[in-house]
């Protein structure tokens, strides 16, 4: 119970949302190419996308979280006029936003991973013709930014739109660069 209240948090939102989307996006990318030339998608190359979109998550999102965390403690320390540089840091407060920059990466790089490997074997699972799979997965997008748009009051059908024609245009891109195909 304890972990459903933790991936409830809004903290968390982000980690979680933009973990799918971007493992989708990775999907879409790198195996555009072999999906809509006739190749299809399978368990293997699902695990292999899945694989390269977790490690490039869980880099960015550790960086991106400790970065701004440690900034925050920066921002903190001239708050408080101290006057060593640094000790937030050096404290708990540090240790802590290490933690937690260590739990936001992990959390985005598994839904990026779930996100990916759902994405292809999405494309396995559906029957002919090749796109279908693909258009699924960009409605898949589009379901999220809906998603994410409610939490935030945003317009779920300007978030989904939007969305999704970055999954087009990522699409395209992957047919045209072929990785892997």
């Not at 074997?121 to 589009?142: E, K, M, N, Q, S």
Request: aromatic share 8%; proline share 2%.
């Amino acid at each position: 119970m304890r972990l459903w209240r933790w991936l409830a948090q809004p903290r968390n939102r982000l980690d979680i949302v933009a973990g799918f989307v971007d493992g989708i996006l990775n999907a879409l990318i790198l195996a555009a190419g072999k999906l809509l030339d006739g190749g299809g998608a399978d368990l293997m190359l699902a695990l292999r996308v899945g694989a390269a979109s977790g490690l490039t998550t869980v880099f960015v999102f550790f960086v991106a979280h400790y970065a701004e965390l440690r900034a925050d403690l920066s921002r903190a320390e001239r708050q408080l006029n101290l006057t060593a540089h640094g000790k937030l840091v050096a404290s708990r407060l540090g240790r802590r936003a290490l933690l937690q920059s260590i739990g936001g990466a992990a959390l985005a790089s598994i839904c990026g991973i779930a996100g990916s490997v759902v994405s292809l074997l999405l494309c396995v699972w559906l029957p002919r013709p090749a796109w279908l799979g693909v258009a699924g997965d960009i409605a898949l997008l589009g379901l999220l930014g809906a998603v994410l748009a409610r939490s935030f009051r945003g317009r779920a059908w300007f978030w989904a739109t939007v969305i999704m024609v970055g999954g087009g245009v990522l699409t395209w891109i992957g047919v045209k660069i072929d990785i892997a195909g």
